[in-house]
Structures are given as structure tokens and as C-alpha cells.
């Protein structure tokens, strides 16, 4: 129920019909007891600062921050958290007590919570991550800072693998997909698989029963890796679990409170299944 002292949280983007967020995040709310909304904005490049300013002045809890503003919501931030500022982006704006405005990205976080929801902690792990873009960056990023022993980079550019490697450099390196049977996970952050698509990133016969592998890819949730993974007897973490666990990581910046994942999860396939319909 809405009342006179309920907040107001937010992913700003364009567009952003297409958005799990206000799900995610309504579901958070409620099973956290958090007198908090959560809402899609679908926002012009040139109205993105006044925007977030018009947002400061009503004493909003938090954005999320979608594409294209990644990048630009940079410039709206008075600080960045260590990830963010590695990274060159943002997907969380925190507004502070002081009246400053915080910027953070949590989908590195998102990774190593889903791999964790299946048991499996990054600490002393060797991982591999395939694909160079943004999820593969963010990855990187938070797979070293939970302690990942060496992370493998394979991408097919060489040069894009060098410079995602690049963020951590003293745990990542370029990496081949050969060397993919000695790792124990590997994240795959390609678009390969997506929809109704049987195109693979790499050769799925590598993957072994000793492998944890997480596909970023979250429609379908069983993406053909998976299916090839499961099959084999790896331990698989579908891409809505990151996508899950990297909100978890929002909400705990916003209110303090850690969210119960599995009722954000349930609510997530909830609405999957009625735009189905």
C-alpha cells in the first residue's frame, strides 16, 4: 500500500518497457517490509540530469541506470564506487545523506551471487569468462575482487580480450578456449543462445561434471550451454539469478536490508510468464 511516507526508486533508461526491474524490486520491497515503490522512467539523453536532480529534490531511495546512460550518469555522480570507476559505468545511483550523489555497479556483484546461490563461492577459484563486452567486464571485475585465483579471458578479438583482462591484472590474462576443461567455472557472457538461437560461443563439448557455468543470457532460462551443461552433469546458474542477484546488491545499498533473493526470483518469472501469454 502506498502512503504519504513512501519512497520512490526507479530505473532510468530508454527504453525501458522491456524492464524486470520494477518486478524485481516491488517483490524486494515487499518481502523486506520496505515502504518503497519502485518505477520505470523512460527518459530523453537530454533530460537525464534533470531528471535525476527533479528525483534528489523529492528524496528518492535509489536508481537503477540502464542503456544507454551507463556512461553519461558518470558525470551526475559526486563519487564512484572502486567497480564503477574501473568499469567507466554505472547501474546504481545512491543518493547520500550529505546531499552528494553516489555511483556504483553492482553486476559484478550479480555474477558472484548467482554463483554462490549454487554453491559454489569465486574465492581461490579458476575461472573462465567468455566474451569481452560489458557483462564479460563487469564479471572480471567482480570475480577478482571476490578472490578468484586467475580468471581466463576468451573472446574471439583478441585484442578486446587484452584489454577486459586489463581491469585485473593481477589475476586476469587473455585465455584460449582449450584451456576451458582445466577451469572449475565459467561465465558466459556472449549473446550466443539467446532466444530461440543454437549458436555457441565456444565448443560445448569442453565443458565437463567437474564445471560450474553461469550464462548471462536469462530468455530462455535454459539457453542451449546450458542444456549441453546440464546434460553432462555440470552444475548450471541460469542468467536471471545474476540479474537477481545484482538488485539484491541495489537494495542493500538503498535501504540496508538484503532482500530475500528467491521471492525477487519467483516475482521475475512471474512477469517472463505473462508476457508470454
Known amino acids: 500500500m502506498i502512503t504519504a511516507n513512501t519512497r520512490i526508486a526507479c530505473v532510468i ?66 563519487e564512484v564506487g572502486e567497480s564503477a570507476g574501473l568499469l567507466g559505468s554505472l547501474n546504481t545511483l545512491i543518493p547520500l545523506d550529505n546531499g552528494r550523489m553516489r555511483g556504483e555497479s553492482t553486476d559484478g556483484a550479480g555474477c558472484v551471487g548467482a554463483l554462490r546461490t549454487a554453491g559454489r563461492d569465486p574465492r581461490g577459484a579458476h575461472c573462465i569468462v567468455v566474451g569481452a563486452g560489458a557483462t564479460a567486464r563487469a564479471c572480471v571485475v567482480g570475480l577478482a575482487q571476490a578472490g578468484a585465483t586467475s580468471i581466463g579471458v576468451v573472446n574471439r578479438t583478441r585484442e578486446r580480450a ?15 578456449a582449450n584451456e576451458i576443461p582445466g577451469a572449475e567455472i565459467i561465465v558466459h557472457t556472449t549473446p550466443a543462445g539467446m532466444g530461440d538461437s543454437t549458436e555457441a560461443a ?21 539457453t542451449h550451454l546450458l542444456r549441453v551443461a546440464r546434460d553432462g552433469g555440470a552444475t548450471c546458474v541460469d542468467g536471471l539469478w ?31 510468464a505473462r508476457r508470454r501469454r
Open 13 to 78: 533508461g530508454r527504453p525501458v518497457r522491456h524492464s524486470l526491474s520494477p518486478a524485481i524490486h516491488n517483490a524486494a520491497f515487499a518481502a523486506s517490509s520496505v515502504d518503497a515503490v519502485y518505477l520505470a522512467l523512460d527518459v530523453e539523453e537530454s533530460a537525464l540530469a534533470v531528471t535525476v536532480e527533479a528525483l534528489r529534490g523529492i528524496g528518492f531511495l535509489g536508481a537503477s541506470v540502464t542503456m544507454p546512460y551507463k556512461q553519461a550518469a558518470l558525470s551526475i555522480c559526486d
Open 162 to 176: 587484452a584489454s577486459t583482462a586489463g581491469l585485473a591484472p593481477f589475476v586476469a590474462r587473455v585465455a584460449e
Open 242 to 272: 545474476m540479474l537477481v542477484h545484482q538488485a539484491v546488491e541495489q537494495q542493500r545499498l538503498w535501504t540496508g536490508v538484503v532482500p530475500d533473493p528467491q521471492a525477487m526470483r519467483d516475482a521475475a518469472e512471474h512477469e517472463l
Open 202 to 222: 565456444f565448443d560445448y563439448s569442453l565443458v565437463g561434471p567437474h564445471h560450474v557455468v553461469l550464462d548471462a543470457v536469462y530468455q530462455p532460462l535454459e
